[in-house]
């Protein structure tokens, strides 16, 4: 911590009269609002010179931690590079001023953009359809969910209310399941990480809706099973649900549509590249096999015959009377625009080096460091991979420890105390665009921290030592944030 302005909000900063402005002389007299649209009391705005306010905001925006100034290996989160030419597209002023409402003819870029994001996505996925309307993973899952059960209520199969979810699976399955009013049954893994196909076998029967999978899964381990478990789940009656939020490995590899999936989300805020540290923005597209369309929510762009663009709307689809479609919007446009502009910037060849780059990369760190942390799972790993914390047990030092010492060197921490299998786990996720250099800096500055462990154990459990803030309550901080600021009207005004 340096003796920036750190920690201080602009109100403290705010000097009664100061002003970092001036307006233009009034020419048109004096007129006041009625007194009824008129505060009784001036609103307690900061008030300060322009260079203050430049500062301020300059040194609170150097606090924040991105991939465009660090690597960021947050396993499960696909912390992947965000080209500008994404954010140039979606920002174009052609479709930041669209009108959501605005009549078809006069949005039939946007609406062909949306139809090819479909369309790409289909493709990657071996899928007859998509909507793109979710507007998270979760909301995704959801959406998918909603689907499985249309589907079996329009065949009268209503006694299907279980919802299989293995227990490596991402917290969002089972919620999103129970949100769907289903019930959540847990299958087991193998000692190797994968789902027990024995342990599926006697869950299995006319109660199932469906069977929810992650491939590779949370451990970055590929399912070898899943042409046995889809046959299984199939034979039930049951459908096979992929949670696709993680596609990277996969991509232009293979196609969870040839793998036996019948509804599928992906994340396009993960793997399709849009910045999404703090919660958003993000869509979660689903896409649908041959004979599920018809449930796909609506509006969906469709185009028809003579190359034109529309919007089907509920009950207009092969003038049903009766809605089958569970019902949204067209999604986050400026996620689609995203998407569409990292799929057609890579093109189809390049496409396919996404996974093997992104796989290559945990592959080599895992085993460069696999001599001082724990790996549960020996193996080849996808695109992430686990540790048990450090190999050495008797120096005390924690995952925590390890997590908080790597922002002392730049690096934000991988994601820890999950996947719940392991107790100290440490997931790391490099993305396919890490050069060489970085990820030797990366295993250099592990090797160090487990090093100090051995050798100088405090410093690491005091760690950090050089951010703005040190170690935060972690419960109180989850259970009660402080979320709103005591102002101080202080001296200095
Ligand atoms: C991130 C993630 C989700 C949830 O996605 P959100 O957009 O955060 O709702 C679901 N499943 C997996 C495997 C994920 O990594």
Known sequence: MNNKLYGNLIFELSHKGRVGYSLPKNKFGHHELPTIARRSVDAALPECDEMTVVRHYTNLSENNFGV?????????????????????????????????????DSVQGALEAEYMLQRMLSEITGLSDFTLNPCAGAHGELTGLMIIRSYHQSRNDNKRLKVIVPDSAHGTNPASAAVCGLEVVEVKSTADGLVDVEDLKPLLGDDVAAMMMTNPNTLGLFEKEIPEIAKLVHNCGALMYYDGANLNPLLGKARPGDMGFDVLHLNLHKTFSTPHGGGGPGDGPVGVRTGLEQFLPRPHVVKDNDGHFS???????DNLDVPTSVGAFLGNFAVVMRALCYILTLGKENIGMVGPLATLNANYIKESL??????????????????????????????????????????????????????????????????????????????QIAREARETPDMVKTAPHNTPVKRVDDVLAAKHPITTYRQLINDNN
């Open 68 to 104: 465009d100034n660090g690597f960021y290996p947050l396993g499960s989160c696909t912390m992947k590079y965000n080209p500008p030419i994404n954010e140039e597209m979606a920002n174009h002023h052609d479709f930041t001023d669209l009108h959501p409402l605005q009549p078809e």
């Open 311 to 317: 919007i089907i709307r509920d009950r207009q689809l």
């Open 370 to 447: 696999k001599d001082d942390y724990e790996l549960p799972i020996e193996g080849l790993c996808k695109h992430e991979f686990v540790f048990n914390g450090l190999k050495d047990k008797s120096t005390g030092v924690t995952t925590m420890d390890v997590a908080k010492r790597l922002l002392d060197f730049g690096y934000h921490a991988p994601t820890i105390y999950f996947p719940l299998l392991f107790h100290e786990a440490m997931m790391i996720e490099p993305t396919e665009n890490e050069s060489k250099d970085t990820i030797d800096g990366f295993i250099k500055v592990m090797h």
